[in-house]
């Protein structure tokens, strides 16, 4: 199932190996909102978070906000963090991503995907040819359909962990 199988896989979005992705070609990335970034349902941005989004910028990657979710939440989270934003995105269908390509003017293959879900961010990450990391939940509270998936996910996983950083020396 290489189409579901997460280039990275991390317990959150602060463990990304950002250099690992740099000297993969990445310069973008497509983050989630819902349980990536922020859990389900807070629009409260912790300062971590927005020091992680600003050493995304001084890294030199382009970021967008890519979320299924068309609440008004969406739009206010990704103001606060001055990110660009394309909602009720549908993924893993391809055409959010696409739009997102767009905004900020990077191919899909020099992206990388970054959500907390198989069927959505890692299957539409493949689908586009783009790389794929893969970040535990940052709550136990979703949608019915999504804690149904998460129990498919968790099969396909195989009780796989998230990989650990190594310390720099």
């Known amino acids: 199932m290489s189409s579901l199988s997460p280039d990275q896989y991390v317990a959150d979005v602060h463990q990304i190996d950002l ?6 070609g990445v310069r973008g990335l497509f983050l989630d909102l819902d ?37 008004e939440r969406v739009r206010i989270v990704a103001g606060d963090l001055g990110l660009d934003l394309v909602a009720k995105a549908m993924k893993p269908f391809p055409f959010a991503f696409w739009r997102a390509s767009r905004l900020i003017g990077l191919a899909t293959r020099e992206c990388a995907v970054v959500g907390d879900q198989l069927f959505t961010d890692i299957l539409g990450g493949k689908l586009i040819g783009a790389t794929t990391v893969l970040v535990q939940p940052l709550s136990v509270v979703d949608l019915p359909h999504t804690l149904l998936l998460r129990r498919v996910e968790a099969r396909i996983m195989k009780g796989q962990k998230p990989q650990v950083p190594v310390p720099d020396e």
């Open 19 to 24: 250099a690992a992705l740099r000297v993969g």
């Open 35 to 71: 349980n990536t970034i922020l859990p389900r349902d807070t629009n409260e941005v912790p300062p971590a978070l927005r020091a992680w989004v600003s050493e995304l910028s001084v890294l030199g990657f382009r970021v967008c906000l890519v979320s299924n979710n068309w609440h």
